[in-house]
C-alpha cells in the first residue's frame, strides 16, 4: 500500500519524514514539531501493513520490555513480542543506517493501531540518534541567553521542578521536561528538544549550545561544585543506551568524554526555591 498521508517534523536540527498509508491525527508530540516538507529529511518513516508474519531469521542479539532485537545486515530489527503474540503478524520497527526506517503493523489491525502507531516503540530513538552523533539524556531542559542549561538525574529528583523555577524566576523557556538531545557538531555540544518528554507535555524543536550541566540531588540547603571527569558515570547511567550493541556503547562513552572536556557539570544540591536558582544562574552565567 502507499502512502496517502505524508508529514514532516523538526527537532534539534533534525528532520524526518514520515509516510503512513492512512490519515491519522496527528500525537501532540508530533503536531508541535510539524515542520515543512523537504526534499532531504535527514531520516524517514514508512508505515508498511503485513498481511504474513514477518521471516525472522536468527536469535535476537538483546532486547528490552517485550521488545527483541536482531541485526541483520542492512539494520536493527525491533519486534514487540508481546503485541506479536496477540496479532499474529508483528509490530516491528526497522532501523537502517541510510535513514530508510520502516514501520511494520498487522493490516488487519491497522484501525486500531493507526492511533497509536507513533510509539512503537518511541521509532527506536536512541539509535536513530546515535547515528547523528547525538544522544538521549534524561534530564529537563531550559533555554536562556541563546543557551540551554539541563537538570539531569533520576526520577524524582526534581528535574522539572528547577526548570520551572528557571521560567517563573528567570523568564527561562523550558524546551523539554524529560529528554534532551546532545549532539556533537563541529566541536560544539548542543542541547536540544525532541518528542520524547514523558509526562511533562512539553516539545519544542530548539536547539542551542550547552551552557552547562547540574546533577540533582534533594537537600536541605543549596550547595553547588563541580564535578569534572566524576560526571561522566551519572551522565551515562541517565542515557538512553543499546547496551546489546558495542559500537553505540562506544560512540556514547566518545561523546561524554568530549563533552567533558567542552561542557562544565555541577552536582547540585537543592531544594525546591529561588535560592537554588539564583545558585545555579550565578555558578553558569555570573551575577545580573
Same mark, same amino acid.
Given at each position: 500500500?502507499?502512502?496517502?498521508?505524508?508529514?514532516?517534523?523538526?527537532?534539534?536540527?533534525?528532520?524526518?519524514?514520515?509516510?503512513?498509508?492512512?490519515?491519522?491525527?496527528?500525537?501532540?508530540?508530533?503536531?508541535?514539531?510539524?515542520?515543512?516538507?523537504?526534499?532531504?529529511?535527514?531520516?524517514?518513516?514508512?508505515?508498511?501493513?503485513?498481511?504474513?508474519?514477518?521471516?525472522?531469521?536468527?536469535?535476537?542479539?538483546?532486547?528490552?520490555?517485550?521488545?527483541?532485537?536482531?541485526?541483520?545486515?542492512?539494520?536493527?530489527?525491533?519486534?514487540?513480542?508481546?503485541?506479536?503474540?496477540?496479532?499474529?503478524?508483528?509490530?516491528?520497527?526497522?532501523?537502517?543506517?541510510?535513514?530508510?526506517?520502516?514501520?511494520?503493523?498487522?493490516?488487519?489491525?491497522?484501525?486500531?493501531?493507526?492511533?497509536?502507531?507513533?510509539?512503537?516503540?518511541?521509532?527506536?530513538?536512541?539509535?536513530?540518534?546515535?547515528?547523528?552523533?547525538?544522544?538521549?539524556?534524561?534530564?529537563?531542559?531550559?533555554?536562556?541567553?541563546?543557551?540551554?542549561?539541563?537538570?539531569?538525574?533520576?526520577?524524582?529528583?526534581?528535574?522539572?521542578?528547577?526548570?520551572?523555577?528557571?521560567?517563573?524566576?528567570?523568564?527561562?523557556?523550558?524546551?523539554?521536561?524529560?529528554?534532551?538531545?546532545?549532539?556533537?557538531?563541529?566541536?560544539?555540544?548542543?542541547?536540544?528538544?525532541?518528542?520524547?518528554?514523558?509526562?511533562?507535555?512539553?516539545?519544542?524543536?530548539?536547539?542551542?549550545?550547552?551552557?552547562?550541566?547540574?546533577?540533582?540531588?534533594?537537600? &536541605?540547603? !543549596?550547595?553547588?561544585?563541580?564535578?569534572?571527569?566524576?560526571?561522566? %558515570?551519572? +551522565? #551515562? /547511567?541517565?542515557? &538512553?543506551? !543499546?547496551?546489546?550493541?558495542?559500537?553505540?556503547?562506544?560512540?556514547? %562513552?566518545? +561523546? #561524554? /568524554?568530549?563533552?567533558?572536556?567542552?561542557?562544565?557539570?555541577?552536582?547540585?544540591?537543592?531544594?525546591?526555591?529561588?535560592?537554588?536558582?539564583?545558585?545555579?544562574?550565578?555558578?553558569?552565567?555570573?551575577?545580573?
Amino acid at each position: 500500500m502507499k502512502a496517502t498521508f505524508s508529514f514532516c517534523v523538526r527537532f534539534s536540527g533534525l528532520t524526518l519524514r514520515f509516510n503512513l498509508p492512512t490519515t491519522v491525527t496527528l500525537p501532540e508530540c508530533f503536531s508541535d514539531l510539524r515542520c515543512e516538507d523537504t526534499d532531504t529529511p535527514d531520516a524517514e518513516y514508512t508505515v508498511q501493513l503485513l498481511h504474513t508474519p514477518l521471516d525472522v531469521q536468527g536469535d535476537p542479539v538483546g532486547g528490552y520490555g517485550g521488545t527483541d532485537i536482531y541485526f541483520t545486515e542492512k539494520g536493527w530489527l525491533h519486534i514487540h513480542t508481546a503485541l506479536t503474540a496477540a496479532d499474529g503478524c508483528q509490530v516491528a520497527c526497522f532501523l537502517c543506517p541510510e535513514g530508510k526506517n520502516i514501520l511494520y503493523y498487522p493490516a488487519s489491525r491497522w484501525d486500531f493501531y493507526s492511533q497509536y502507531w507513533h510509539s512503537a516503540h518511541l521509532l527506536a530513538g536512541e539509535r536513530l540518534l546515535m547515528w547523528h552523533n547525538a544522544v538521549l539524556l534524561h534530564s529537563s531542559v531550559v533555554l536562556i541567553h541563546g543557551r540551554m542549561v539541563l537538570f539531569s538525574g533520576p526520577s524524582g529528583v526534581g528535574k522539572s521542578t528547577q526548570a520551572q523555577l528557571w521560567k517563573n524566576y528567570k523568564n527561562a523557556d523550558i524546551i523539554n521536561g524529560d529528554r534532551c538531545v546532545i549532539m556533537e557538531k563541529n566541536g560544539e555540544y548542543l542541547g536540544g528538544g525532541s518528542p520524547w518528554c514523558g509526562t511533562s507535555s512539553i516539545h519544542r524543536p530548539e536547539q542551542a549550545p550547552i551552557a552547562g550541566i547540574f546533577l540533582l540531588k534533594h537537600s &536541605t540547603e !543549596n550547595t553547588v561544585r563541580p564535578l569534572g571527569a566524576e560526571a561522566f %558515570a551519572p +551522565l #551515562y /547511567s541517565q542515557t &538512553t543506551l !543499546n547496551p546489546w550493541d558495542k559500537d553505540f556503547m562506544d560512540k556514547a %562513552a566518545t +561523546l #561524554y /568524554s568530549g563533552l567533558l572536556g567542552s561542557v562544565p557539570v555541577y552536582e547540585l544540591c537543592c531544594t525546591p526555591t529561588q535560592d537554588a536558582v539564583e545558585l545555579a544562574y550565578n555558578t553558569i552565567f555570573g551575577k545580573d
